[in-house]
């Protein structure tokens, strides 16, 4: 769906972004992250035909964004970091206008209209000015301009800036469900925490380039990550779990993360081995912070590529 090969931008004084090549699947939701300034907002503005690149090529379901950026526009929805609203318009009239901007017919645009005030839940307020509305519900318009003209691609920066922790709650739900209506979503965020929640792959930028080389996949149904913990540190910790053919993702005296099945038996047995063999285990369950973990063990490993 999207597919980035070897690209390069400059601006007059600095390199954004060195050499990036990576690819993201259809129909899922991918966390770009990194500190600030690590080129997330310049990688995703040309994702969006917004800039074009130095070198390298970026293509966008088929389409190069060289070539036919306005065909690329009519099916991505974007949604900037900072971003403009019309004051003076109502809500109802800002979405009609990003549907027409987007290419979307005028016979259709009273029905994509309602459903994107439905899914970002200002169908109360489609009469009210954008002006009028508060910064939380503000954000809830610019992201139902971006969805407006049901896009195959969304690309949104930092989309829960501004929101309490319900409206937080509420877009993951939302992204969720886009992501099932089969749209592709990018989400960039530089707080971890905001992307728990709907995120299973992971593009880490750091200084322009792709931390590890590639997207990293941080949430697996089959086999999740799980946290083990101990009251009494063993620096045999990580031997003892490569025997039983454990790949650890993460360990210390103290702790170790790894992707494990749900299988209720095969916990059961693993925690009675560790027992056996002398480990004073102290908690053993499904880990709530995968994609954090998985990050800080990327960046200690350095190997930008």
Avoid at 123 to 136: F, H, I, M, N, P
């Amino acid at each position: 769906m999207i597919e980035v090969q070897d690209l390069v931008y400059e601006y007059p004084t600095k390199r954004a972004l060195d050499g990036i090549s990576l690819s993201v699947a259809p129909k899922t939701i991918t966390a770009l992250v990194g500190p600030n300034g690590a080129g997330k907002t310049t990688l995703l503005r040309c994702l969006a035909a917004l800039e074009a690149p130095f070198s390298g090529r970026v293509v966008i379901d088929g389409l190069d964004t060289r070539e036919d950026p306005r065909a690329i526009h009519e099916r991505l929805g974007y949604l900037p970091d900072f971003f403009g609203l019309y004051d003076e318009l109502s809500v109802r009239r800002c979405l009609t206008y990003a549907a027409w901007a987007h290419g979307l017919a005028p016979a259709l645009t009273t029905n994509a209209v309602a459903k994107a005030a439905h899914r970002v839940g200002l169908v109360d307020r489609l009469e009210t000015k954008a002006g009028e509305l508060s910064r939380g519900l503000r954000q809830r318009l610019a992201i139902g301009q971006a969805i407006v003209n049901e896009p195959k691609i969304v690309l949104l920066d930092e989309p829960a800036a501004g929101l309490d922790p319900q409206a937080r709650r509420d877009l993951s739900v939302l992204l969720l469900q886009l992501r099932d209506a089969g749209m592709t979503l990018v989400v960039s965020s530089h707080i971890l925490a905001e992307l728990e929640d709907y995120c299973s792959v992971m593009i880490i930028i750091d200084s322009g380039k792709v931390v590890g080389g590639k997207p990293i996949k941080v949430r697996d149904d089959e086999r999740p990550r799980f946290m083990l913990e101990l009251a009494t540190a063993r620096s045999d910790l990580r031997a003892f779990l490569v025997a039983q053919g454990i790949d650890v993702l993460e360990v210390a005296d103290h702790h170790a993360v790894f992707p494990f099945t749900r299988n209720p038996s095969a916990r059961a047995k693993l925690i009675r081995d560790l027992i056996r063999a002398g480990f004073d285990v102290s908690s053993f369950g499904e880990s709530t912070r995968a994609l954090e973990e998985t990050y800080f063990a990327q960046v200690r490993k350095g190997g930008a590529a």
